[in-house]
């Protein structure tokens, strides 16, 4: 397993990848013009974040993407872990457990992270099992949004 961080030459993947997820754990449709400038602004804008893929016998399997959120208390950035997937014929072998490993190597190398931290859905028991298991623990805030 090569873990990296993406590259331009990721794009379609990492658009494929999210119209995936987006379908599989919430139902929608997501435009691909929109959802393929959104990527293309993060590959071409490092300082909002980085995305990561793992690749198995050169077939990318896998990413994550990572935004920052700064902390004036801590005076550090939050490491946000967003857009998480693993192609279905590839789960279940630890490529999660690789990338958030990964992810706490760059923080560490980059002066720390405050936390780490994520968005899992409420029925989603699965992966809210596998980020236990790797010391991640639920948040007492609660999340409010105005669309």
Excluded at 38 to 59: D, H, M, N, R, W
Excluded at 65 to 80: F, G, L, P, Q
Excluded at 126 to 145: C, V
Aim: negative net charge.
């Amino acid at each position: 397993m090569n873990i990296r961080q993406a590259s331009n030459q990721d794009l379609q993947a990492l658009v494929e990848f999210n119209r995936a997820m987006a379908m599989e754990t919430e139902g929608l449709e997501l435009c691909v013009n929109t959802l393929t400038k959104g990527v293309e602004t993060l590959l071409s804008q490092p300082a909002k974040g980085f995305y990561l893929v793992a690749e198995i016998e050169g077939v990318l399997a896998g990413s994550l993407m990572v935004t920052y959120e700064w902390s004036d208390w801590r005076a550090k950035d939050y490491y946000w872990i967003q857009s998480v997937y693993i192609k279905p014929e590839f789960r279940r072998r630890g490529i999660y457990r690789h990338l958030y490993a990964e992810v706490k190597r760059i923080a560490e190398a980059n002066g720390g992270a405050a936390s780490f931290r994520l968005y899992v859905e409420q029925d989603n028991t699965r992966a809210q099992q596998t980020y236990a298991s790797l010391g991640m623990e639920q948040s007492y805030y609660l999340m409010f949004e105005e669309k």
